[in-house]
């Protein structure tokens, strides 16, 4: 192995963290002095990562990398090691590029706000957290990373003190979340305790093949996969994401949900899959594939009442969130297949989302979904870019989110079919009617945001300038590519990733020495690899549609006038002119605007009794939902003791 | 050179543009006679509806000054070149569709909902306070609808669903589903899709927007809704999509239900095709058109959520099961 | 012996989230909090425990066969996790003093601007 390589992972980390310690002394003098460093370590950062793209994704490599040179000894892993299979290398890419694109974002974005030293040093640490702890092969390392980053989460949340109910969203984060951390805590000690070995390899080498064999082990495993399920905000916790997320900077939203979910979704499979491979198989599909569906679905609809932009978008989050772990569960390979390209989607689709939400609040100072309107006319680039999001987000094609979807639906409509079970195709039903769900929330904020009628104070807003839209750019940019070209995507990342975690022994046998799974007979896998006769080719009809539209287009548009409008009206004067306008009805149009939240009331009307008792639940008290994750605890720990 | 020209052929004659056009005109032309003879009128001639895309071809494109000028006139095309594109899924002549892959339906239903989609687009981008109330009761009835037709896909898939060679089930996919048919007979003579191919026909008249389930474009209460602010050709176009959008979905019930016939002879399968076409408009579209007052927006989604979807479920446990 | 340490620890935990689930000062939230963390701590400790064990440090001259100690790695993490666990409460308290601050109460059933 190239030991030049293996020095990439720490690199990487280190460029983060170093970056942090160096911004936080530079910065005070020079703002642009500790831009620079930012810029440069996340570079850096994403350059040692791609770096690592040829020999791990592409040669089918483990790097690992021992911390102070302690290799195991006698087959017993004391030193700390990062081990990079095409796994974590995947998740090290997504969170790479969305800290690249928050970062550059940022320097715009927060130009109006004071302490930026404090926000360059927290934002690097969050990163540097992340990328450890996806890169980690060592499970308390998992928690100390899982510590930084929910800290300096937290802190960024509340960075803007002063605007409303910040403090209030960073105070539940930390304190609901702290029962994830605590989870991670427990199911570690517990873990240690029964195999006295921290490291991951080793973990999942020594595991017992009959899970049964130990209720200790059950139990960690409910405790770290709560745990995992906390920093994924899955259902119980999906209120401190919305409450965080509105609140937060949107280059911290992005972070948030692009970032720290994806962190949660790489423990979940890291543990199910590698840790725990003996568990058993369908409790632990169930387990996985049921949090995830409910969150699926009730974020969905948690959605419809939001009249934040930001708060709606959070809980769409946790809603897509909810897909990448439903199909993760189920346990095949086309399955995680779809999750893992759903997770680098959405981190790619709902960073856009993010950051457009982001250059609203810049330019009109308001998220609220009743009373902004309008703006396509002030900034259409933005509106070009919001749109391209929304289609991928809703599934349309021919973005990204179609091609992921469809392998979602796929894997869950042929779960329930080989395994001939009615959960899965009543999953396979609520993905798809999650989707339009979450289309008709688009629309909403499409209308109530972008289009109708601008309302007089937003009349002299201006577009957002270059270096904000550039970020943006980059995200609609991989949004269209990773859409058209789901082939190139499954052969370059899915498939790599997917066959790291069907191969065990190899991850074991990297980390703790060669023959050392086979010597312990380390089981290979749960699942087959990616068969590759499972991808959508959109090109062809792709082409189709673009001719179609094409042909169309030229009949239709070169036909119609010009845009005449503003001639007529000078040269007509106010009579001529009235036909432009907008019919009323009489009203007066101050009176007439649709706001988002009147939108859909057919459905809303019907669903009342149902929002109502969810609007009871989203109480924004805290003891409430320390109750839900508790009980979620104690829900995830029986089935753990009665059934694995 | 060959497919290029043959893929031109499909795109632009058959099954693509051109016979759609002929279709959907015919059909809704039909249509109206049918109303018509139902309520004792005479009705308009069997092109009325093509003469009223000329004319709104011809006449001026007023922009509203409120609305935003490229999406709204590029969303029509966009949507109707959608649905073009989801005909040359359908296998309607012996079970060859111009393109085929493993999972059209889903296909098709995405581009069913872009179809709609650009219609709201379109019409929020119009910045008419009518347009939003017409796109809210739209999304309202795509939702409607929706459950229903995913539940009667699933069991439809369910019940064709083949392996390929390697083991992996192909599902969704339309010439499978043909093949099916060719070998066991439609699908509609298998009794436990019967429910299914029902809550499809109530599927039609929704995803179209015809009479009882026109909520989003009702005249007397919302002023066309989403077409409010619309004129000249944008408006044509809308009018072409609406009479192309009924032909589709006639030709995907024909497709998953009543597919797999074929009499060795394409002129006859055609004109089979056309006449199973009419008769799908008269059962789906001009009966219900002329026996029932509109729903209101919340009766659509009470009714579809609750009797459709069920009448779909019910298929769907009996496919589980085996049936 | 050992059983008293870890039924502790559990018992802990509960009270933690007794604390925080059914306290509507943000203080006692922040206790609740603690405790949680303590009983993780406990716990973590005792997972390392050997009854009997001496302190686990190195001396060339005194190691032999028969020296037998605790295993350091978890006293190492509860360490680690000590000073994780104060940052929360530092964390923790330094927002409950803006929040009182700008809500000009600390009761949970007052900020609660985000919701529904």
């Known amino acids: ?644 | 050179m060959n497919i290029l020209l043959y893929n031109l052929f499909y795109l632009l004659v058959f099954p693509g543009l051109l016979f759609c056009i002929l279709m959907g005109v015919l059909l809704s032309g039909l249509d109206r006679i049918l109303v018509a003879r139902m309520q004792r009128r005479v009705g308009p001639p069997l092109l009325q509806n093509w003469y009223d895309f000329l004319k709104c071809m011809g006449k001026e494109t007023i922009i509203p000054r409120h609305a935003r000028r490229t999406v709204y006139l590029f969303a029509p095309v966009v949507g109707f070149g959608a649905l073009i594109t989801i005909s040359l899924f359908l296998p309607v002549l012996n079970g060859k569709a111009a393109f085929s892959g493993n999972s059209d339906l889903v296909v098709i239903l995405y581009l069913l909902t872009l179809v709609s989609v650009c219609g709201m687009v379109g019409a929020s981008a119009s910045g008419s306070p009518f347009a939003g109330v017409g796109l809210s009761r739209e999304m309202v009835a795509m939702i409607s609808y929706e459950l229903p037709f995913v539940l009667v896909m699933l069991s439809v898939s369910l019940k064709t669903v083949a392996l390929n060679p390697m083991g992996a089930p192909l599902t969704f996919s339309l010439t499978e589903i043909w093949n099916y048919q060719a070998a066991h007979g439609p699908l509609i003579c298998h009794w436990s899709l019967i429910p299914a191919a029902l809550a499809m026909l109530f599927v039609i008249p929704c995803e179209v927007g015809m009479h009882p389930f026109d909520v989003a474009e009702a005249e007397t209460e919302i002023c066309e809704g989403m077409l409010a602010e619309y004129s000249g050709k944008p408006l044509a176009v809308y009018k072409l999509t609406h009479m192309v959008k009924m032909y589709v979905m006639c030709a995907l019930f024909y497709v998953l239900f009543l597919g797999g016939l074929s009499t060795g002879m394409a002129a006859v399968d055609v004109v089979i095709f056309v006449l199973v076409c009419a008769l799908l408009t008269f059962l789906t579209m001009s009966l219900p058109h002329a026996v029932c007052a509109r729903f209101k927006v919340e009766q659509v989604f009470q009714f579809y959520w609750t009797w459709v979807a069920a009448l779909a479920l019910v298929s769907l446990v009996l496919v589980f099961f085996g049936l | ?116």
């Open chain 1, 1 to 644: 192995m190239n030991t030049f390589m293996q020095n990439f992972p720490i690199l990487a980390i280190m460029s983060l963290f170093l970056g942090a310690f160096i911004t936080s002394l530079v910065a005070r003098h020079s703002q642009k002095a500790g831009n620079f460093i930012s810029a440069l370590s996340v570079t850096l950062a994403l350059g040692f990562i791609l770096a690592l793209f040829k020999p791990v994704m592409l040669d089918g490599q483990i790097i690992t990398y021992w911390l102070g040179g302690w290799e195991p000894v006698a087959g017993w892993a004391i030193g700390i090691c990062l081990e990079v299979d095409a796994l974590s290398l995947f998740f090290g890419l997504i969170v790479t590029v969305a800290v690249f694109v928050s970062c550059l974002y940022s320097f715009t974005y927060m130009n109006h706000d004071d302490a930026l030293p404090n926000y360059y040093t927290l934002f690097l640490m969050l990163s540097g957290s992340v990328l450890g702890l996806v890169l980690s092969g060592d499970l308390f390392n998992v928690f100390v990373m899982i510590e930084i980053m929910t800290f300096t989460a937290v802190a960024l949340t509340a960075f803007r003190t002063s605007y409303e109910g910040a403090l209030e969203g960073a105070f539940k984060y930390l304190a609901v979340g702290s029962l994830g951390s605590t989870g991670v805590l427990v199911g570690i000690a517990l873990l240690y305790s029964q195999l006295h070995t921290l490291n991951l390899a080793q973990i999942a080498a020594l595991m017992p093949v009959t899970q049964g064999s130990s209720v200790v082990l059950a139990i960690a495993f409910g405790f770290l996969f709560i745990g995992f399920g906390t920093k994924a905000f899955l259902f119980p916790f999906h209120p401190l994401a919305a409450d965080a997320h509105a609140v937060a900077p949107a280059s911290i939203s992005l972070m948030i949900s692009g970032v720290l979910t994806k962190c949660g979704v790489y423990g979940i499979i890291r543990l199910t899959y590698i840790l725990f491979q003996n568990a058993n198989r369908p409790v632990v599909s169930y387990l996985v594939t049921g949090f995830g569906a409910v969150s699926m679905f009730v974020c969905v609809t948690m959605a419809f009442n939001q009249h934040n932009f930001k708060r709606l978008l959070a809980f769409h989050s946790i809603s897509q969130v909810g897909y990448v772990i439903t199909v993760v569960g189920l346990s095949s390979a086309l399955g995680l297949g779809a999750g893992l390209y759903h997770a680098m989607n959405h981190t790619i689709f709902k960073g856009l989302l993010f950051l457009t939400a982001g250059a609203v609040q810049h330019q009109t100072g308001s998220l609220d979904l009743d009373r902004l309107g309008g703006l396509s006319k002030r900034m259409p680039k933005t509106t070009a870019l919001f749109l391209i999001g929304a289609a991928s987000i809703s599934g349309l094609p021919p973005f990204n989110g179609f091609a992921s979807k469809w392998m979602i639906y796929q894997a869950t409509f042929n779960a329930g079919l080989l395994h001939h079970n009615l959960f899965y195709l009543a999953v396979c039903v609520c993905a798809l009617l999650t989707s339009v769900l979450t289309l008709a929330s688009f629309i909403k904020v499409t209308q109530s945001v972008f289009f109708g009628q601008l309302p007089k104070e937003y009349e002299q807003v201006e577009e957002v300038p270059l270096a904000m839209r550039l970020p943006m750019w980059i995200l609609a940019v991989l949004c269209v590519v990773t859409g058209l070209f789901p082939s190139l995507v499954q052969t370059y990342l899915l498939t790599p990733a997917v066959s790291a975690i069907a191969n065990i022994p190899a991850y074991v046998d990297a980390a703790m020495g060669a023959g050392y799974a086979a010597d312990r007979s380390v089981p290979g896998g749960v699942i087959a690899s990616l068969p590759v006769t499972n991808t959508w080719t959109p090109t062809a009809w792709l082409a189709l549609l673009f001719s179609v539209t094409c042909a169309v287009a030229i009949v239709a548009i070169l036909g119609s006038p010009k845009d005449r409008q503003h001639e007529y009206i000078s040269q007509m004067g106010e009579e001529e002119s009235a036909k432009y306008d907008s019919f009323f009805s009489g009203e007066q149009a101050v009176y007439s605007q649709v706001g988002g939240s009147d939108l859909f009331w057919g459905f809303k009307h019907n669903w009342r009794k149902y929002f109502a008792v969810m609007h009871n639940w989203h109480s924004g008290i805290v003891n409430d939902y320390t109750l839900y994750g508790v009980a979620a605890i104690a829900f995830v720990l029986l089935v753990c003791v009665t059934t694995l």
């Open chain 3, 1 to 116: 012996m050992l059983m008293v340490n870890y039924l502790g620890c559990f018992a802990l935990i509960a009270l933690g989230f007794y604390c925080m689930i059914t306290r509507h000062d943000l203080i006692k939230v922040v206790i609740g909090m603690s405790l949680v963390d303590y009983g993780a701590n406990l716990l973590v400790v005792s997972v390392g425990f050997h009854a009997g064990g001496t302190a686990p440090i190195f001396t060339i001259s005194e190691l032999s066969r028969a020296s037998f100690f605790v295993d350091p790695i978890p006293q190492a993490l509860t360490l680690t996790s000590i000073v994780i666990g104060a940052c929360t409460t530092a964390m923790s308290l330094s927002l409950c003093m803006m929040l009182n601050r700008q809500y000009g109460t600390l009761d949970t059933r007052e900020i609660r601007r985000l919701r529904g």
